[in-house]
């Protein structure tokens, strides 16, 4: 941990290869620190969310502390990811709240992201803003809450998500 100042200069720095390995040297650190760190890099670059998404999946669950100060920035791609990276460090339901106000959120996909997230969480905070979700205007946030209660609720969803056999989107059916 005594190199995270030269990692996070490698991240930002101009060589691509030399910010790809100091991206993966923060995920093997684990720390809040150099979770900060990352989440900094992913608000500069939008396109390296998938690697560090699956960089941080291995985090210790005090990470999703950080990653809720992330998920309310003004880029939707931003959120997106940052919900990605909290619904895999399967947050507390002390994060519900947060979570659940981006089941409002203008982007489709961040609904969505949202609504699996509070699958990870569950409890029945986030069952109601789910069950509000399954009648979404887009097909994603129907998916996405579908496959959220499943989570949330197991085998009591079925009796909320049996009409979705009906919908206009085979992506919602399937």
Request: net charge neutral.
């Amino acid at each position: 941990s005594s190199a995270i100042g030269i990692f996070e200069s490698g991240l930002f720095g101009r060589d691509k290869d030399v910010s790809y390995f100091s991206m993966i040297a923060l995920g093997q650190i684990k720390t809040d620190l150099a979770a900060r760190i990352l989440l900094a890099y992913l608000r500069k670059d939008r396109l390296a969310g998938q690697k560090i998404s699956s960089i941080m999946e291995t985090f210790p669950s005090s990470a999703a502390a950080e990653v809720v100060k992330v998920i309310h920035d003004t880029d939707p791609s931003v959120r997106f990811w940052a919900l990605k990276i909290l619904s895999r460090l399967k947050p507390s339901a002390e994060y519900a709240s947060d979570v659940a106000l981006l089941a409002h959120d203008d982007d489709p996909a961040v609904r969505a992201c949202a609504c699996e997230c509070l699958g990870v969480i569950g409890g029945a905070h986030a069952a109601g803003v789910l069950l509000k979700a399954l009648k979404d205007s887009s097909w994603l946030v129907r998916a996405g809450a579908a496959h959220g209660l499943a989570n949330a609720l197991g085998p009591e969803s079925v009796k909320s998500i049996i009409g979705l056999l009906n919908d206009s989107s085979l992506n919602v059916i399937t």
